[in-house]
Structures are given as C-alpha cells and as structure tokens.
Nanobody, 121 residues
Framework: QVHLMESGGGLVQAGGSLKLSCATS????????MSWYHQSPGQERDEVAW???????NYAASVEGRFTISRDDSKGMVYLQMNSLKPEDTGIYYC???????????????WGKGTQVTVSS
C-alpha cells in the first residue's frame, strides 16, 4: 500500500507562484512514473505534468513553459513548481504515482487526496 500526501496549495494572485509537493510513503514498492493532475469545478481531472523514472518530462499545452515537475527519489517526493499562475489554473491538484508492487509483482497506481489552488484575478 502506498500513501500520498500533497501540500503547498493556497490562494495566490494572478502572475504569482506556488510550489506543490507530494510525499509518498509505504513499503515494498518502487516508484516509476509520477504525475500531477488538475481538476476544475465541474470538469474532468486532466494530467498537466508527467515525469518518468529517468527524468523525462511532459506537459499539457496549457501549462507548458509555466509549470515544472521534478522528483527526488531519495525522499520519495514529486514537486510541481507553478509560475505565472492564471485564474484558469484554479482547482484541485492531485498527485498520482505509478509503482511496482514488489510483493504482488505488478504495477499499481495511487492517488493523493488533492490540494486546492485558487488564483485570483
């Protein structure tokens, strides 16, 4: 079982910055890909940033050049640096990790409970 805990959300003015963190915990697993998702009220949850085990990254067009995903495997952490924030970035941000369950010998996905980001105009 893997547990995720996001932090770093809050209220910020348009043009400001926030850094989200996601801490993983648990036993008998290996992290592989890690992602951040964004969900606006009444909308579906969309992937905005993704990072592979090797450090390759990919971003949604809406955040390209403004957001940066990074990871620290020694700490079991994944981060999302969000700059030049816009009101449309408002919503809940979720961390998702794709792990190798060593005991069960299979890949599994886990989600955090999310952290709220509100960008005022």
């Amino acid at each position: 079982q893997v547990h995720l805990m996001e932090s770093g959300g809050g209220l910020v003015q348009a043009g400001g910055s926030l850094k989200l963190s996601c801490a993983t915990s648990g036993t008998a697993f290996r992290l592989t890909d890690m992602s951040w998702y964004h969900q606006s009220p009444g909308q579906e949850r969309d992937e905005v940033a993704w990072i592979t085990l090797s450090g390759r990254t990919n971003y949604a067009a809406s955040v390209e050049g403004r957001f940066t995903i990074s990871r620290d495997d020694s700490k079991g952490m994944v981060y999302l640096q969000m700059n030049s924030l816009k009101p449309e970035d408002t919503g809940i941000y979720y961390c998702k990790v794709h792990v190798w369950n060593i005991g069960a010998s299979r890949y599994e996905d886990y989600w955090g409970k999310g952290t709220q980001v509100t960008v005022s105009s």
